[in-house]
T-cell receptor, first 107, second 117 residues
């Protein structure tokens, strides 16, 4: 069993839909990272959070420490949001990565 | 602009040859990491380094070697001993100066896709 589990693995949405990607972790972590991987392979850090909620534009990330669960929400989804979204938990020097959620937003 | 540069983007090698992947950062970060990404799997740690001239094995270090002679550079050599080297390789860095910096973000390069035939 992986230390970090994501769901769903694949997600297809119509443009404008509200999207939620879930991440559960089983290890103690100091921070939870949400990453975006573009089709070309490059990875961009979207959020790093250790409690509560963060918002950046149409993206919102939340974390529930007690339940060891985090969610990434995308409001008013757009085709340019199509990418793989990866959550990763940090524990000391180690990062534990989920396998990613592949999102396709159809115009 | 600060960032991480990986080169080359695509690399093709014959089986039995060693190959070195380059990773350079100008972010003044202390910690650098090499990850391997295979389809359907999360990123797996090959090696990491927290300081110049020091590095630690990750979960899948067998068949790989690294050096950290300069803060900016962390090259990865894929040796002929690596049984299944074809993969996407990502280099990353983060600031690791103080205990509070354990919550610093990870910065990634654009990756190198290695194909060994």
């Amino acid at each position: 069993k992986n230390e970090v589990e994501q769901s769903p693995q694949n997600l297809t949405a119509q443009e404008g839909e509200f999207i939620t990607i879930n991440c559960s972790y089983s290890v103690g972590i100091s921070a939870l990272h949400w990453l975006q991987q573009h089709p070309g392979g490059g990875i961009v850090s979207l959020f790093m959070l250790s409690s509560g909620k963060k918002k950046h534009g149409r993206l919102i990330a939340t974390i529930n420490i007690q339940e060891k669960h985090s969610s990434l929400h995308i409001t008013a989804s757009h085709p340019r949001d199509s990418a793989v979204y990866i959550c990763a938990g940090r524990s000391g020097n180690q990062f534990y990565f989920g396998t990613g959620t592949s999102l396709t937003v159809i115009p | 602009d600060g960032g991480i540069t990986q080169s080359p983007k695509y690399l093709f090698r014959k089986e039995g040859q060693n190959v070195t992947l380059s990773c350079e950062q100008n972010l003044n970060h202390d910690a650098m990491y090499w990850y391997r990404q295979d389809p359907g799997q999360g990123l797996r740690l090959i090696y990491y380094s927290q300081i110049v001239n020091d590095f630690q094995k990750g979960d899948i270090a067998e068949g790989y070697s690294v050096s950290r002679e300069k803060k900016e550079s962390f090259p990865l050599t894929v040796t002929s001993a690596q049984k299944n080297p074809t993969a996407f390789y990502l280099c990353a860095s983060s600031m690791e100066r103080t205990s509070s910096s354990y919550n610093s973000p990870l910065h990634f390069g654009n990756g190198t896709r290695l194909t060994v035939t």
